[in-house]
């Protein structure tokens, strides 16, 4: 009998795989030894799926480019300059009107300017025109306000007017 035992213990361990990397010991073989429905099978052991893995890396990576640009081409914005119209200037809608020239600056390096005119202070709602980066970069000389709009001018020479239908009335 004891042959028979060493006979089939040595058989028996040397399907189990050597030592080092993926190696298992005896127990888990014995566990994973049958599969229920045909006990006379032997069932191989689970590997992780790879196409799984590379998905979830590929979805990974898509996120984190995601909020990795997010971050650099997200606008700070900063009021370089403002301007009020005076007591004696009075528009038909009787609203304090303001102008602000208005940095917007990425992360990322882009530079963009607004000119806003509107009922608000902090240049956030209004009638607003894009600026070119090198005008907006001088800012603005001088500001005329009248019934008829407001005049802006800039340290280049270059004056735009914009009429007073354009910013009254809350737009």
Same mark, same amino acid.
């Given at each position: 009998?004891?042959?028979?035992?060493?006979?089939?213990?040595?058989?028996?361990?040397?399907?189990?795989?050597?030592?080092?990397?993926?190696?298992?010991?005896?127990?888990?073989?014995?566990?994973?030894?049958?599969?229920?429905?045909?006990?006379?099978?032997?069932?191989?052991?689970?590997?992780?799926?790879?196409?799984?893995?590379?998905? $979830? #890396? !590929?979805?990974?990576?898509?996120?984190? *480019?995601?909020?990795?640009?997010? +971050?650099?081409?997200?606008?700070? /914005?900063?009021?370089?300059?403002?301007?009020?119209?005076?007591?004696?200037?009075?528009?038909?809608?009787?609203?304090?009107?303001?102008?602000?020239?208005?940095?917007?600056?990425?992360?990322?390096?882009?530079?963009?300017?607004?000119?806003?005119?509107?009922?608000?202070?902090?240049?956030?709602?209004?009638?607003?025109?894009?600026?070119?980066?090198? $005008? #907006? !970069?001088?800012?603005?000389?001088?500001? *005329?306000?009248?019934?008829?709009? +407001?005049?802006?001018?800039?340290? /280049?020479?270059?004056?735009?007017?914009?009429?007073?239908?354009?910013?009254?009335?809350?737009?």
């Amino acid at each position: 009998m004891t042959t028979d035992r060493r006979a089939s213990t040595s058989s028996s361990q040397s399907r189990l795989p050597q030592t080092g990397c993926g190696a298992r010991s005896w127990r888990n073989v014995i566990d994973i030894a049958t599969t229920p429905d045909r006990p006379d099978r032997v069932a191989r052991p689970r590997r992780t799926n790879g196409i799984g893995r590379v998905l $979830l #890396g !590929a979805v990974a990576g898509i996120l984190l *480019t995601a909020a990795f640009l997010t +971050v650099l081409w997200w606008p700070r /914005t900063e009021v370089t300059y403002s301007s009020t119209a005076p007591a004696a200037v009075k528009y038909e809608d009787e609203a304090p009107h303001h102008l602000g020239l208005v940095h917007e600056h990425t992360l990322s390096g882009r530079h963009s300017y607004k000119m806003i005119i509107g009922r608000y202070t902090g240049a956030s709602y209004g009638h607003w025109l894009d600026v070119d980066p090198v $005008l #907006g !970069a001088k800012g603005i000389e001088s500001t *005329t306000w009248t019934e008829s709009g +407001v005049r802006v001018r800039f340290p /280049t020479g270059h004056e735009i007017f914009v009429p007073a239908r354009f910013f009254l009335h809350g737009r």
